[in-house]
């Protein structure tokens, strides 16, 4: 844990966080949380108070599902995984992200 | 999608399973945040504690995963619904008690609006009802037409004719006439609604047979004789027994064998609603019937109904417009010969106009209208009163989950999930009620009708929901279900967590607001059953009024018998006879008292009017005067009181001078201060008699003349036998020694051995003059139902406010009494708290009553609708009924126990 604060997350980035962190493999909430906060090198820390909402959310949209599987200590954990859907969509966020941060740094960077 | 599906489905069906897996995990999630404490040496329960904290509001967590998953308003509302039917499931008698006293208000709502719109709102079940006019003369111009009214309003079948003739407005015009048709083959008379109808009735109406076929206008003509009968469906159905070869049996129609052509379609009671009938005829049967009948050539029996479809693009008022401007020519071109030379000019100034007929017609209307209109205002107000108990109720549940609610909105649930919540319970309460307040309805409806319906008079409505019934059951519900919910779900769910937790189960500072409410709401309770009350109290001073009424006759054992000889009349050779024999057979019977004969029965409604003048005067100072017909014994039958002079006797006949007998207000009015006994008046020309001079050789005490509410009028008895010729048959008014019951049957015997060919109707006096006075009978039963119900509920209210009132003084009455303070001055304390919300109740009632109740001023008799006696009965009824609710609790108040009280603390 730095001393930094952590970043807040702008609208919407959480799910494409989500989205990127299953798609390498499927995880349960717990773990998502605990990759994004790794990968992003403890910049992002998610509040555990928008991960499951978020997570409903995205399985009600048809873009991950769950399943019930033994976690590594043997406990009964919900494990995510993407859908063939959510691929898609992961793809086409990233797309607009990357384009969206060109974009944001463009104009910053001129002025 | 299909995935997507049986996710929805199942998140709002397995809602248990759903909810049980986001529990572990979140469980889960919180284990391995604990492992990861622990395993930098941290105790497992403080791990998890840390875990938890740092977690955050689990249930504010859950409750927004909930709403991510989406689910939308469905899931919400079953949701909400399954938890509703939960919580009410646990407190079942205050269920029960909510959901019957709400369905016994809807139901008697909804059955009230039902009989109401099967009489005042619903469209004739036939082709484009809104195409329909009815048309008819103005009453002015009835009033002063000249003739037989047979029905009123109606027109003669002459000026009909040439209404077909002149018009442009219409598509066609048929025309119809009820009348009682007798469907026994001979002896008594078996009444049944029947019509007369034009050939074009049916097709006009657009109307498809269900078995058989309907008249047309090629079965409607001169010299048709008998073309057959339609039946009507109930009639098909109840008389035989729905037989699917019905066609071409015979039915007996004034005792003349006719073929059954067709069955008219269900649903179809002719144009009359509230009315049905069992047989209709064409008109141009009718001469068949009655060879010796002018109906349909006399242009002054007033008695059927034109009725016209309009043409496309023509609307009621131009066509009203367009018969108004033809009447001229109609009134001139139809002048019936025998029109009385005075009249003339009355008669071709008249005129003809069209009204909407899409609802029918009917003069259950004018009788029934504004009482149903009443009475539905009534039922209402008893339902917002019932509801307010319920609302109280509501309150007390609020307040009792006061702890609960605090416990849950500090758990993270927000207030709008509580109140949508809270919500559901009114929702599930009305909604249950309205579906068994429907089928109350549907019974309670049919009672309402059977409570005016007489065997004379049956009333047939159709009563089968249509929606408009349906917007009245959801609106009812809808509004009950505001009522009853909005207000304590709004407090539950916006009190501050903090301060019930902390007060733990006492009162709450917030309290004070529910005992406000409930007061204001007690307030209202009482103000309006208040009306109700003086409602209550009118209608039943005004039937007793009416009961009470000197008729200025007797009415007890008094037969009506009405007998006649089957068409064609007999000369009057024989007419003569059977009537002497028929008297004689009347009089012969042992235990008759007297008989005498009449034109009009008294008080049925029937009238017959001209204009009198003094013998001397000019016809210009005549004044109009009412007639009846009577032969000897008819004063003496009923029991009259003979002033002066002689009766009417039986050598009063057609050779003899004409003489008269008049009541009081006839003397008084035209003879005022002199013996009238040998005086001479005339009277004007009509189209059966020329003008002609009478002699008063009578006078006798006032009487009631056509209804019981109509003021005296100046009455005149002639001679029935000075009438033109002799008919066979008549009106017989006999008075009898022993009770009528056994009595009827008797003159059955006798009226048969007369002679057979004779029909004859035998009914009491008493009975028909009762009946009469149904409508107020109707009025002063429910009314006294409803205000009598309104108070009760009134005052469970109140009591329940004075009970709650002194739990929360409890302490406070306990330590005054701890202190020394006398009981009876803690009941007056509780007493007189009470009384203020009584007093308040009352005076504001007494306002809206004397507002409100003149909506029933041409309901009452004898009884102003402000009148103060009334008013103040009622306030005094109810007042002490509202007293005696809050002094049970009060003396609770006094026998608190000082000690227990103080050691709850």
Known sequence: MGDESPLLLPQGTLDLLILRTLAVEPQHGWAISQRIQLASSDMVRVQQGSLYPALHRLERRGWIKAEWGASENNRRAKYYALTRKGRAELEAQTTAWHKLTLAVGQVLDVS | ?905
């Open chain 2, 1 to 905: 999608m299909l995935d997507d599906l049986r996710y929805r489905l199942r998140v709002i069906f397995r809602r248990r399973a759903v909810e049980r897996e986001l529990a572990d995990e979140l469980r889960f999630h919180i284990e391995q945040y604990a492992d990861v404490e622990e395993r930098s040496g941290v105790p497992r329960d403080e791990a998890l504690r840390r875990a938890r904290l740092a977690f955050g509001a689990i249930e504010a967590i859950k409750e927004e995963s909930r709403d991510r998953r989406g689910v939308g308003v469905i899931d919400v509302a079953w949701r909400d619904f399954r938890y509703a039917v939960r919580t009410l499931a646990r407190t079942p008698a205050f269920t029960v008690v909510a959901i019957l006293s709400l369905t016994l208000g809807i139901g008697a709502n909804t059955a009230m609006f039902q009989v109401l719109n099967g009489l005042l709102l619903r469209e004739l079940p036939v082709a484009s009802p809104r195409e329909l006019v009815e048309i008819n003369l103005p009453e002015a111009d009835l009033d002063r037409g000249r003739g037989n009214f047979p029905r009123y309003p109606a027109m003669p079948y002459p000026l009909y004719e040439e209404l077909q003739r002149r018009q442009e407005a219409f598509s066609t015009v048929f025309a119809w006439a009820d009348e009682w048709f007798n469907l026994a083959p001979a002896g008594e008379v078996r009444r049944a609604p029947g019509l007369w109808v034009s050939g074009d009735y049916f097709p006009a109406l657009g109307l498809a047979p269900a078995l058989g076929r309907l008249f047309t206008p090629a079965d409607d003509r001169p010299g048709c004789g008998f073309p057959g009968a339609v039946v009507s469906h109930e009639f098909w159905q109840r008389e035989l027994g729905g037989d699917r070869h019905a066609i071409g049996r015979t039915i007996n129609v004034h005792s003349r064998p006719v073929d059954i052509i067709g069955v008219a379609p269900a649903g179809f009671t002719g144009l009359q609603v509230g009315q049905t009938f069992d047989v209709a005829l064409p008109f141009c049967s009718l001469v068949a019937f009655r060879p010796d009948s002018t109906q349909l050539t006399s242009g002054t029996t007033w008695w059927i109904t034109p009725v016209g479809r309009l043409k496309p693009g023509w609307t009621v008022e131009r066509a009203d417009a367009h018969l108004r401007a033809i009447s001229p020519r109609l009134f001139k071109a139809s002048l019936p010969p025998d029109y009385p030379a005075v009249s003339i000019p009355a008669y071709l100034g008249s005129t003809v106009m069209a009204t909407p007929a899409a609802t029918g017609r009917t003069y259950l209307r004018e009788e029934y209208g504004t009482p149903l209109w009443l009475l539905l205002g009534m039922t209402g107000f008893v339902l917002l009163i019932g509801c307010a108990n319920l609302t109280t109720l509501m309150l007390a549940r609020g307040a009792v989950r006061q702890r609960e609610l605090s416990l849950r909105l500090a758990l993270g649930a927000t207030r709008g999930r509580l109140l949508s919540q809270l919500l559901a319970e009114s929702v599930v309460i009305a909604t249950a009620s309205a579906v068994a307040g429907a089928l109350m309805a549907y019974v309670l409806s049919q009672g309402l009708v059977q409570l005016i319906a007489t065997a004379r008079n049956p009333i047939v409505l159709t009563l089968t929901p249509d929606w408009r019934v349906v917007a009245f059951l959801a609106l009812t519900g809808f509004g009950a279900c505001v009522i009853l919910g909005l207000a304590p779900a709004v407090r539950a769910s916006r009190g501050n967590p903090g301060d019930a937790l902390k007060s733990g189960g006492r009162g709450v500072a917030g309290d004070a607001g529910g005992l406000r409410l409930r007061r204001a709401l007690v307030v209202a309770q009482v103000a309006v059953s208040l009306v109700l009350v003086v409602a209550a109290f009118l209608f039943a001073r005004s039937f007793g009024n009416l009961l009470g009424e000197d008729l200025g006759f007797r009415t007890d054992r008094v037969l009506v018998v009405e007998a006649s000889l089957p068409a064609p009349a007999p000369p009057p050779e024989t007419a003569a006879a059977v009537k002497r024999e028929l008297i004689a057979g009347l009089r012969a019977i042992p235990g008759v008292e007297s008989v005498g004969e009449t034109t009009n029965v008294p008080l049925d409604g029937s009238n017959s009017s001209n204009v009198v003048w003094l013998d001397g005067a000019s016809r210009a100072d005549g004044r109009q005067a009412y007639f009846t017909r009577v032969s000897r014994g008819y004063i003496e039958t009923l029991g009259m009181r003979l002033i002066a002079g002689r009766d009417i006797a039986d050598t009063d006949t057609a050779s003899s001078p004409h003489v008269a007998v008049v009541n009081e207000t006839f003397a008084r009015m035209v003879l005022p201060g002199v013996d009238p006994i040998g005086r001479r008046f005339r009277v004007e020309a009509s189209p059966t008699t020329p003008e002609r001079q009478y002699e008063i050789v009578g006078l006798v005490g006032d009487a009631k003349y056509r209804r019981l509410r109509d003021a005296t009028r100046p009455v005149i008895f002639v001679a029935i036998a000075q009438r033109g010729g002799p008919v066979a048959g008549g009106i017989y008014l006999v008075r009898t020694s022993t009770t009528l019951h056994n009595f009827a049957p008797a003159v059955r015997d006798a009226l048969a051995r007369v002679n057979p060919r004779l029909r004859f109707v035998v009914r009491g006096l008493e009975a028909e003059i009762r009946d009469s006075l149904l409508r107020d009978r109707a009025m002063a039963l429910l009314s006294s139902l409803l205000g009598g119900l309104a108070a009760l509920l009134a005052a469970v209210g109140l009591h329940g406010v004075a009970a709650y009132g002194i739990e929360r003084r409890r302490r406070e009455i306990g330590i005054r009494l701890a202190l020394g303070a006398d009981r009876r001055q803690i009941v007056a304390s509780v007493l007189r708290e009470n009384a203020r919300l009584i007093a308040a109740g009352l005076v504001i009632g007494t306002g809206l009553a004397l507002v409100a109740t003149a909506a029933a001023r041409g309901l009452l008799y004898g009884i102003e609708p402000r009148d103060p006696v009334t008013v103040t009965a009622a306030v005094a009824a109810l007042g002490a009924v509202a007293l005696l609710a809050t002094a049970i609790p009060a003396r609770r108040a006094a026998q608190v126990d000082p000690i227990s009280t103080l050691k709850d603390d």
